[in-house]
């Protein structure tokens, strides 16, 4: 069975750093890209940033890119992402999902076809 | 970065209802195109991919269709456990983008 655990949220001050973790198990982590995708409180759901299976190749949303980066151990089946200079627009649940396929190809990504239940970051003073 | 747009934002429906939500993206995405759906408190699930491919395990009362730009997600027949929120996402190109979302509620 597929499971996805995501740890490491919290109440954090606004400029401050925060590193969440998701814990992958009941599949071959290494072949299989992996994301992070946000909720702020009340709202629809953004796309943060995803990292191919093998070859390390990431990719940031615009709102993100240059404070966020998103990591992987496939050798503890463990995905990060490291959030920097945070700010009250990043109070969300943070999601971890498997996409469908390692890679993305020249012409299209993957969906996600597996969630964690999410960790909730807050940022206020 | 591509836009998606879904219509309605809401709508309220009975049991044995046809629902239709559609989702239109500001530019060409072939069929890369999924739907999902989030009950409150719960992550999102998978229900189609490729704008009309049934994830494993999903009732074959949803069905999507459309290519490029505009799609479809049709219940065929509403079920209490589908009130929920569902969400369209594209993933062409290097970066994925979800609509706003629809909410369907119990009239």
């Known amino acids: 069975e597929v499971q996805l655990l995501e740890s490491g949220g919290g109440l954090v001050q606004p400029g401050y750093s925060l590193r969440l973790s998701c814990a992958a198990s009941g599949f071959t982590f290494s072949r299989y890209a992996m994301s992070w995708v946000r909720q702020a409180p009340g709202k629809g759901l953004e796309w943060v940033s995803s990292i191919s299976g093998s070859d390390g190749t990431t990719y940031y949303a615009d709102s993100v890119k240059g404070r966020f980066t998103i990591s992987r151990d496939n050798s503890k089946n463990t995905l990060s992402l490291q959030m920097n200079s945070l700010g009250g627009d990043d109070t969300a649940v943070y999601y971890c999902a498997r996409g469908f396929s390692e890679f993305c190809s020249t012409t299209s990504c993957y969906p996600f076809d597996y969630w964690g239940r999410g960790t909730l970051v807050t940022v206020s003073s | 970065a591509i836009r998606m747009t879904q219509s309605p934002s809401s709508l309220s429906a009975t049991t044995g209802d046809r629902v239709t939500i559609t989702c239109r993206a500001s530019?060409?995405?072939?069929?890369?195109l999924a739907w999902y759906q989030q009950k409150p408190g719960k992550a999102p699930k998978l229900l189609i991919y490729?704008?009309?491919i049934l994830q494993s395990g999903v009732p074959s009362r949803f069905s999507g269709s459309g290519s490029g730009t505009d799609f479809t997600l049709t219940i065929s027949c509403l079920q209490s456990e589908d009130f929920a929120t569902y969400y369209c996402?594209?993933?062409?190109?290097?970066?994925?983008?979800f609509g706003q979302g629809t909410k369907v509620e119990i009239k």
């Open positions: 530019q060409g995405i072939s069929s890369y």
């Open positions: 996402q594209q993933y062409s190109g290097y970066s994925w983008t």
């Open positions: 490729a704008a009309s």
